[in-house]
Nanobody
C-alpha cells in the first residue's frame, strides 16, 4: 500500500511564504516524477511544478520565479517552497508521484490535498 501525505498548508497574507511537504510511504520500489498540482474553487486542477528523479524541474508560468520544488530521494519526499504568495495562489494543493511499487505496479498516486489560502 502506498500513501502520499501532504503538510504545510495554511493561511498567509499576500507577499508571505509557505512551504508544503509531501512524504510517500509504503511498498515503493522507485519514484520517477513527483509533482504539485492545485485546484481552486470552480477551476480545473493544474500542474504547479514537477521534478524528476534526476532533479529536472518544470514550473507553471504563473509561479516561475516564486515557487521552488525540491525532493529528497532517500526519504521519498518532495517540497514546494512558495514565496511572494498572491491571492490567486489560493487553492487546494495536491502532491502526486509517478512510482513503481515493490510488486512492479507502475502508477500515479495522489495525496489528500492541503489548503493554501492567501489573503489580500
Amino acid at each position: 500500500q502506498v500513501q502520499l501525505v501532504e503538510s504545510g498548508g495554511g493561511l498567509v497574507q499576500a507577499g508571505g511564504s509557505l512551504r508544503l511537504s509531501c512524504a510517500a510511504t509504503g511498498t515503493i520500489f522507485s519514484i520517477n516524477t513527483m509533482s504539485w498540482y492545485r485546484q481552486a474553487p470552480g477551476k480545473q486542477r493544474e500542474l504547479v511544478a514537477s521534478i524528476t528523479s534526476g532533479d529536472s524541474t518544470n514550473y507553471a508560468d504563473s509561479v516561475e520565479g516564486r515557487f521552488t520544488i525540491s525532493r529528497d530521494n532517500a526519504k521519498n519526499t518532495v517540497r514546494l517552497q512558495m514565496n511572494s504568495l498572491k491571492p490567486v495562489d489560493t487553492a487546494v494543493y495536491y502532491c502526486s508521484a509517478d512510482l513503481v511499487t515493490n510488486s512492479g505496479t507502475w502508477s500515479d498516486y495522489w495525496g489528500q490535498g492541503t489548503q493554501v489560502t492567501v489573503s489580500s
